[in-house]
């Protein structure tokens, strides 16, 4: 199985800030890793797919970039709205499997 | 508007089986993509379960070797869950997405395994 580390695991941040997370994957993922936000009591949100390309109806002050094993996820300007746990996936290969989440807190 | 409500009992005595059903709607089952289960345990870790293709092929994670089930019945669009041997262990909340990048969500349903 490919084992995805995820941190931190938790990020407490002012309005306005850039906040990054990142995912490192035991092997190569081929870009194919993608990034979801989950607020308390709902489903998870598919923010990102294939590293970089947003989802429809996604903001664009949230971003993905990465390669190979190493791979980040960044909100710029954080609004009140973006305060959810976030998670990454890799999909390169089965069993699929899930970072172990950064909880987003407003300071 | 693509839509997937899991439904199911929301506790399950230890060693009984854990069965659950994801109604889709706005999308017919067999026109394409896999079909997934997913949990999320009480410590936040999330696990993959397995999938049905729209062809009606399986499969499964590993780490849950012949415990799993996954069915479906394309007449009324839903495919179904069955977990064997349920321990504490299980006790997590369930959700059913679409494809194997998780485009669509259900809402999920919490399920609780204790005597």
């Known amino acids: 199985d490919i084992q995805m580390t995820q941190s931190p695991p938790s990020l407490s941040a002012s309005l306005g800030d850039k906040v990054t997370i990142t995912c490192q994957a035991s092997?190569?993922?081929?870009?194919?890793i993608a990034w979801y936000q989950q607020k308390p009591g709902k489903a998870p949100r598919q923010l990102i797919r294939?590293?970089?390309t947003l989802v429809s109806g996604t903001p664009s002050r949230f971003s993905g970039s990465g390669s190979g094993r190493d791979y980040s996820f960044s909100i710029s300007n954080v609004e009140s709205e973006d305060i959810a746990s976030y998670y990454c996936?890799?999909?390169?290969?089965?069993?699929?499997?899930f970072g172990s989440g950064t909880k987003l807190e407003i300071k | 508007e693509i839509q997937l409500q899991e439904s199911g009992p929301g506790l399950v005595k230890p060693s009984q089986s854990l069965s659950l059903t994801c109604s889709v709607t706005?999308?017919?089952?067999?026109?394409?993509?896999?079909w997934s289960w997913i949990r999320k345990f009480p410590g936040n870790k999330m696990e993959w379960m397995g999938y049905?293709?729209?062809?009606?092929?399986?499969n499964y994670n590993p780490s849950l070797k012949s415990r799993i089930s996954i069915t479906r019945d394309t007449s009324k669009n839903q495919f179904f869950l069955q977990l064997n041997s349920v321990t504490t262990e299980d006790t997590a909340t369930y959700y059913c997405?679409?494809?194997?990048?998780?485009?669509?969500w259900g809402q999920g349903v919490m399920v609780t395994v204790s005597s």
């Open positions: 996936l890799q999909y390169d290969n089965l069993p699929l499997t």
């Open positions: 092997q190569n993922i081929n870009k194919y």
């Open positions: 049905i293709s729209y062809s009606g092929s399986t």
């Open positions: 997405a679409r494809g194997t990048r998780f485009d669509y």
């Open positions: 294939y590293t970089s």
């Open positions: 706005g999308y017919t089952i067999t026109s394409g993509y896999d």
